[in-house]
């Protein structure tokens, strides 16, 4: 369980860093969102992954098998959440960039 509460204080201190740079003028708020949504996404798919080899590891059954793999679904689903966040925000820039172009 110990990724998974990595993977909550990583993103939790990966805004403040991108929230701090965003107010130094070096990124846009798209771009600290954008940064935020794929880093997380990733995260959360690392963090599945080492669940799902603590199951195996830990293949003798029980409830704590099922906290594993119910831990690593959890962390597919907000990777899931985190890429389609992403998918939206590009989709909205291309939007945007094209309004101001015209």
Not at 4 to 31: D, H, Q, R, Y
Not at 46 to 74: L, P, T
Request: net charge positive; aromatic share 8%; charged share 10%.
């Amino acid at each position: 369980q110990h990724c998974v509460l990595a993977l909550c204080v990583t993103c939790w201190l990966l805004p403040l860093i991108l929230m701090v740079l965003a107010g130094a003028g070096k990124f846009s708020n798209e771009t600290v969102n954008l940064v935020y949504g794929v880093l997380a996404a990733v995260a959360s798919v690392a963090a599945a992954v080492i669940q799902c080899w603590n199951a195996n590891r830990h293949s003798y059954g029980g409830w704590v098998y099922e906290r594993h793999i119910i831990s690593a679904v959890f962390a597919v689903l907000a990777a899931v959440v985190y890429c389609a966040d992403a998918l939206l925000l590009l989709k909205l820039c291309r939007c945007v960039c094209v309004v101001k172009a015209v």
